[in-house]
């Protein structure tokens, strides 16, 4: 009992693609070229006059019990080519554009879908009579930028309708490239009852056969050919052509130079080259003829780490030993041969790395060489399009951690690359960095744009495994015959890939010695004591910086507001902090924070106005710097392949409703990292070159500065040379408890307004201080029936969260207001008495001197007019004797009472000494 089953090869490009086959969704993805051919077995068609099989005439072929469509002039019979809307969520509003021709289009080699949001369908209805159940997982196609990509489908018994749906997101102003279809093939059923002519470019030599043979180069065929046709010395034809084109005269983007390999002088010499295939004519009028070859020069040094040997070719230098690329010298005492490679001088392409062109037009691999040596460089030569892709591969077999990559680590870098290059283009050229494990895909990780100058970029590698490092670089999509932008160039400079195994030294850096005489690293969170030559740890608060790849790592201070793991290979936050302010010392905790939380930005619009967003993951702190926020590509996930997991402390990932894609959950795609490492919480504005604006959020309370954390990420774009970066404002909210809201800037509604740095604002409860006695004061009440209360209330606005809890309330004895009030009258009444009787008596005396003192002036009077009175007189009954009250002397009351009873006499009279005016001569 045979299978039936369908085979479909396929190619996409773009961003993200969506496909129904056979009524299942399945997502195209990128992946590696495959190539596939059925064996060559003799096939026959049921010939329906004479009800028997017969084979297929030469030039013919057939499946047997299947049909195959490689030719796609148009579409074939029995296919149905619709296009719809998407379903649009209505709080979207019908935003989707009409569809009617967004549909499958045949191009001549293949079937191309449509690059918009609308949903293309390409459907073919068959009959199995088979018994094979069909497996949902396989329905799922994968698809390559790099090459053709075969799937197969086993069928359900029954009625089948085969679907190729797609649906193009496009987030970027980048237009995505289509899924190319170029055959499918159905075998299984119960016969063929016709045989197929071969399309034009192919040719089927016998009876019998399976499938058509391509024509080769410079040979043409028709339809239905049983041989190729040669072409005229004046025209050429590329491999698969159905017929041939007049060859244009040669010009200077026809060819391209390159370097031999030294001689025993050490010499190259310069070598012009006709690219290849070469299509144009040197006996026109008007043709570039080839440059003459063979000018010699002086080879350029060897690469670092290796050193010419008895001949003139570089060999690697020992282990142990190091080398600039002149001579192999051995590493002092106390170092290690920091081993890798590095390229530099480009007189031969090194034996770890091979050039090809994949065809723009119909993604296959041609024979030739895509990039050539220059000496100082390596360049991309002439294709034979300007939409050829010009593929450099270096292949690495894996990498010599220096110590165990351990969970707690800053990075898991087991290596990394970096090179420098540059692109000179005059339209829109691209250069692509691609990076494949263990043979698997390569996965675009950069790719630049147009002309960028020259610069450096760096790749960190976090897993030990082959590795395969891929540049790519296309002058145009755009396929156009003949070579327009040949002097569209990219450039690679050096390469350097770290800590490689089996590699190569160009210096030694420090390591602690053995007992056994040996040298090994030290381990993590060590540093090599230049001093006394041995491992010491670094000291709290500090961490190592720096990779083993790139010298020796110095111990180097954590930022403000963080503290070293216990490994002293990183600094993080552990949810607290102590913030001294003017006068007062504030202490914060927040645990929470450090599980992490999301916030996602508006929705955002493609062309077609379909709706996307981007979704943010964040933790700050804890766990001893192991980061908590996680963010995933789920495309493949369950369906082909694994999600692709970024974690950080903060990530970001694209995210497509499941109303638009039909799928049961929303979409994740591109997580990217925006917080590898973090610098420091503080509550400036400014660290490390990263600013936080304060006018992007309303501002805060002016009592209670923002808590800001600092990150940046290690991925190194175009436009973010850096990195990206990050910061979160912590704010107080004690309303918003649990892990509060976050919040982008109104004005950069996706969380950034340059690109390269990201600003978020957290605000929660757990951002406000913990509680203490600053932050409450005392209501003291009215004494009541002799008992006090005093309650404690929070200052308002409470700016604080946690910690000490409000005092008790606080009851003591007191007395009444009524008795205190009594006392006063009581003690008023007696002063006021007291100070009346006073009064009166001293009113009394007063009147008394002023009659004295007016009695005493008259008789003084009258003693000057009569010299023969006596100097002093008897003082009558009832009149007091007041010398001491004479204003030459004054005394309290307490002694004027107390003359008043030592003066008077024991007759009762007073005795008043009189002084009068005449001398002492008069006396």
């Not at 002016?702 to 991925?715: A, G, T, V, W, Y």
């Amino acid at each position: 009992m045979s299978t039936q089953h369908v085979t479909a090869q396929a190619h996409a490009g773009g961003w993200l693609y969506h496909t129904h086959l056979d009524s299942a969704l399945a997502c195209l993805t990128l992946s590696e070229a495959l190539s596939a051919h059925s064996p060559a077995r003799r096939v026959e068609f049921l010939e329906m006059q004479t009800q028997m099989c017969r084979p297929c005439a030469a030039g013919t072929y057939s499946l047997g019990t299947g049909v195959r469509f490689d030719e796609w002039d148009e579409v074939p019979h029995g296919f149905a080519n619709v296009a719809t809307n998407l379903e649009v969520d209505e709080s979207f509003g019908d935003v989707a554009e009409n569809c009617t021709a967004s549909t499958w289009v045949p191009l001549g080699d293949y079937v191309a879908s449509n690059t918009d949001e609308c949903t293309a369908t390409l459907m073919y209805a068959v009959q199995n009579d088979q018994c094979q159940p069909t497996m949902e997982e396989s329905r799922w196609m994968r698809t390559t930028e790099k090459g053709w990509e075969f799937h197969s489908v086993e069928l359900s018994r029954g009625n089948n309708v085969l679907y190729w749906r797609t649906t193009a997101f496009s987030v970027w102003s980048k237009v995505p490239k289509p899924v190319l279809v170029r055959n499918i093939g159905i075998t299984g059923v119960a016969f063929t009852s016709e045989c197929f002519p071969c399309k034009p470019g192919t040719f089927a030599p016998a009876a019998g056969s399976t499938a058509c043979q391509p024509c080769p180069a410079d040979t043409f065929s028709g339809k239905g050919a049983t041989a190729c046709q040669p072409c005229d010395p004046d025209t050429y034809a590329e491999p698969g052509s159905g017929s041939c084109k007049p060859r244009p005269p040669c010009t200077d983007k026809d060819f391209f130079y390159t370097h031999t390999a030294c001689d025993a002088d050490g010499e190259t010499q310069l070598m012009y080259k006709w690219a290849e295939p070469k299509i144009c004519s040197e006996e026109l009028p008007q043709a570039t003829r080839l440059p003459p070859s063979g000018i010699k020069t002086r080879c350029p040094p060897c690469n670092p780490g290796f050193a010419k040997g008895n001949g003139s070719t570089c060999q690697p230098c020992p282990y142990g030993s190091y080398s600039n690329g002149s001579a192999c010298l051995s590493c002092p005492e106390g170092t290690e041969p920091a081993l890798g490679f590095e390229y530099k001088w480009w007189n031969v392409l090194p034996p770890n790395m091979e050039t090809t062109v994949l065809s723009g037009i119909n993604f296959e691999y041609k024979g030739i060489a895509g990039w050539e040596v220059a000496g100082d460089y390596i360049y991309t030569a002439a294709g034979a399009s300007d939409s050829d892709f010009m593929i450099l591969t270096l292949v690495v077999p894996g990498f010599s951690p220096l110590s165990p990559v351990l969970e707690d680590t800053e990075s898991r870098e087991v290596g990394r690359i970096t090179f420098v290059f540059e692109t000179l283009c005059s339209v829109g050229c691209e250069f692509y960095f691609m990076v494949g494990v263990n043979s698997r895909t390569n996965t675009p990780v950069e790719t630049w744009t147009g002309s960028t100058g020259k610069q450096s970029y760096t790749y960190l590698v976090e897993k030990n495994a082959t590795m395969s490092f891929t540049w790519a670089f296309q002058r145009t999509p755009y396929h156009e015959a003949g070579r327009r932008f040949t002097s569209d160039v990219a450039k690679l400079y050096s390469i350097n890939v770290t800590n490689v195994q089996g590699g190569v030294a160009s210096f030694c850096r420090r390591c602690a010695p053995q007992p056994t005489g040996s040298c090994a690293p030290c381990s993590p969170g060590s540093a090599v004591d230049p001093s006394l030559g041995t491992c010491q740890p670094c000291p709290p608060g500090t961490y190592l910086q720096g990779h083993p790849s790139d010298g020796t790592p110095t111990c180097h201070p954590c930022g403000p507001g963080t503290c070293s793991n216990q490994l002293r290979t990183l600094c993080y936050n552990n949810c607290s902090l102590a913030l001294a302010l003017p006068g007062r010392m504030l202490h914060f905790e927040f645990p929470s924070l450090g599980m992490g939380a999301g916030v996602g930005t508006g929705p955002s619009f493609t062309p077609k106005g379909l709706p996307y967003s981007h979704h943010f993951r964040l933790s700050l702190c804890g766990h001893q710097g192991k980061k908590m926020a996680s963010c995933a590509d789920n495309v493949t996930a369950g369906r082909g392949g694994p999600a692709r997991v970024v974690t950080s402390y903060v990530c970001q990932a694209i995210l497509v409703p499941p109303d638009v894609t039909g799928a049961r959950a929303a979409v994740s795609s591109q997580p990217i990292s925006l917080g590898d490492h973090l610098l420091g919480v503080t509550t400036s504005s400014v660290l490390d070159s990263i600013v936080s604006p304060p006018e992007l959020f309303p501002p805060g309370h002016p009592d209670l500065p923002d808590i800001i954390f600092f990150f940046r990420s290690n991925d190194m774009t175009q436009p973010c040379s850096g990195g990206r970066a990050t910061t979160i404002r912590l704010r107080c909210d004690p309303l918003h408890l649990g892990t509060g809201t976050l919040a982008v800037p109104s004005k950069c509604p996706e969380g950034t307004c340059d690109g390269c740095t990201f600003h978020f604002l957290w605000v929660t409860a757990e951002g406000c201080p913990r509680c203490s006695s600053s932050h409450h004061r005392p209501i003291v009440g009215a004494c009541i029936g002799g008992v006090q209360k005093t309650t404690y209330v929070w200052r308002e606005p409470r700016l604080c969260h946690g910690g000490d809890a409000l005092p008790p309330q606080v009851i003591q004895a007191c007395r009444s207001v009524d008795f205190w009030l009594k006392v006063g009258i009581s003690t008023g009444t007696c002063v006021a008495v007291l100070l009346a009787a006073l009064a009166a008596y001293f009113w009394k005396k007063t009147q008394k001197l002023e009659y004295k003192y007016s009695k005493l002036v008259m008789d003084a009077a009258a003693r000057e007019s009569d010299a023969t009175s006596p100097d002093s007189c008897a003082i009558m009954e009832g009149e007091d004797a007041e010398d001491e009250l004479l204003f030459a002397t004054e005394m309290s009351l307490f002694g004027k009472l107390k003359a008043l009873t030592a003066k008077r006499m024991p007759d009762g009279f007073d005795s008043v000494p009189l002084k009068t005016s005449s001398s002492s001569t008069n006396q």
